[in-house]
């Protein structure tokens, strides 16, 4: 039997891959691309090995995806010269070696909350002001599929108006960079543009060669995606009448919150989840090593980890800081806190790791401790900063662990010196041939 608190760093594990895996704004592909587009997303993208179809190569050049893809040969150094005027500097600032470069961080909300917004609707709202300051000419973001209210469709965004249809969370796959030829040929020269880490990545990679004017980037955190379809299959574990969920979110209090289409709210602890019901491919091999959660290269970060129940803003440099003024009149700002020590909830959640990649069974919880814990986390786990440093480096060894085990020639190329720098402390380093 387990002690005590290796359960607890059981259930902060669980906490933790669950509340990433649902971050907001986590796009797919459909219609909207078909009439923008000659490359129909009805049909398959290129093959390649480790994709998350970000559209590029359903693109006239789809051999861009060789210099662009996160999965390749990241070089992001370059990258954060390039879009901040300097690289990430931990003795400048200490959470730069976890988040990346940064201005200023903030917890936030808006003052009003947005109907259909996943928090209060910070990033639609960010969008919107940007079309109606005439700032740019176009958005590229998603929304709703016509046909699942889950499955993310990209779409390009004229009307300030049309962003409210952008607010909430989607799970899938989304080519929403395939909409910049459209966008481009369509005469648009100042755009702005939403998305997850990997697709920021291949866009700031090809950022030079696009000839735009001015180019905002709002970026949200992501490392756990799969597709709509096995999304379902989660919610049809958690209800008999799965269909009929409009929104889920994993709270601060350390339980999952669902509400339906007939009003109904329905809160689910964490330990009762049904995660060993989960096929073993749920989440791809990519994003089970993504190295940057918190999308270091965006302009703008917008996500929760450290918000403690509001947002969490990273402002990475002047555009950053343009698009967050946007919002004065309608922003309410805290001051970002940190408690609790993450070092044992690491530990932990390497050692289940290793057991994962090795096919070793995981260590579980006995019922009778589950109320025990599930009463202590709140009181005694790491909270706000410290949570989010705790995830980040968590995805550090989560990915030097599985590419070990499963793309091992890999290593080399994927993993960048400020992934290495955060795992070093736990017993992982380098190889000669890494």
């Known amino acids: 039997m387990l002690s005590l608190p290796q359960h607890i760093k059981t259930l902060f594990l669980l906490h933790i891959i ?3 895996f649902f971050d907001i704004h986590k796009p797919y592909s459909v219609g909207m691309l078909d009439k923008l587009t000659d490359h129909p997303t009805g049909t398959d993208a ?69 109907e259909g917004a996943q928090w209060t609707g910070i990033t639609s709202e960010i969008g919107k002001r940007l079309l109606e300051s005439g700032k740019v000419d176009a958005v590229i973001a998603v929304k709703p599929h016509e046909l699942d209210r889950w499955k993310p469709q990209p779409v390009l ?46 866009l700031r990679s090809l950022e030079k060669e696009l000839g735009l004017e001015r180019l905002y980037v709002i970026g949200t955190p992501c490392s756990d995606n799969t597709t709509t379809a096995n ?43 049904p995660i060993s019901k989960l096929p ?21 970060t917008v996500g929760y980890m450290a918000g403690e129940g509001d947002q969490w803003l990273i402002v990475r ?7 967050l003024a946007l919002l004065n009149d309608d922003l309410e700002t805290k001051p970002l806190r940190s408690s609790g020590k993450r070092r044992k909830h690491v530990e932990g959640f390497k050692a289940n790791v290793e057991n994962s990649v090795n096919g070793l069974p995981l260590r579980t919880m006995p019922e009778f401790v589950r109320p025990i814990v599930a009463w202590l986390m709140p009181k005694i786990g790491p909270k706000g900063l410290e949570f989010a440093r705790t995830r980040v480096e968590m995805k550090a060894v989560e990915t030097i662990l599985h590419l070990r085990r499963k793309q091992p020639a ?22 000669d041939h890494e």
């Open 317 to 323: 440099n002047e555009r950053g800081a343009e698009l």
């Open 46 to 114: 290129p093959h390649r090995a480790m994709c998350t179809d970000c559209g590029i190569s359903r693109t006239s050049k789809p051999e861009r995806c060789g210099k662009a893809c996160q999965f390749i040969k990241p070089n992001y150094p370059k990258l954060e010269k390039q879009v901040h005027g300097r690289i990430r500097n931990a003795s400048l600032q200490p959470d730069e070696a976890f988040f990346g470069p940064f201005l200023s961080m903030h917890r936030a909300g808006l003052k009003r909350h947005r």
């Open 280 to 300: 073993g491919d749920f989440f791809p091999l990519t994003c089970q090593t993504c190295v940057d959660y918190t999308n270091s290269l965006a302009d703008i």
């Open 157 to 202: 965004v004229t009307d300030p108006e049309e962003m409210k249809h952008c607010r909430g969370m989607r799970m899938g796959y989304a080519p929403s960079l395939a909409l910049l030829e459209p966008a481009i040929e369509a005469g648009h020269k100042r755009i702005a543009f939403i998305g997850i880490p990997c697709q920021v990545y291949a």
């Open 18 to 20: 669950m509340s990433i």
């Open 231 to 273: 999304f379902h299959q989660f919610l049809a574990l958690l209800s008999e009448q799965p269909e009929t969920i409009n929104y889920l979110e994993f709270r601060a209090d350390y339980k999952v919150e669902l509400r339906f289409d007939d009003g109904r709210r329905q809160e689910i602890p964490f330990l009762k989840l």
């Open 410 to 431: 890999k290593v080399k190329n994927l993993v960048p010196e400020h992934v290495w720098n955060l795992a070093e402390s736990y017993g992982l380093s380098k190889s």
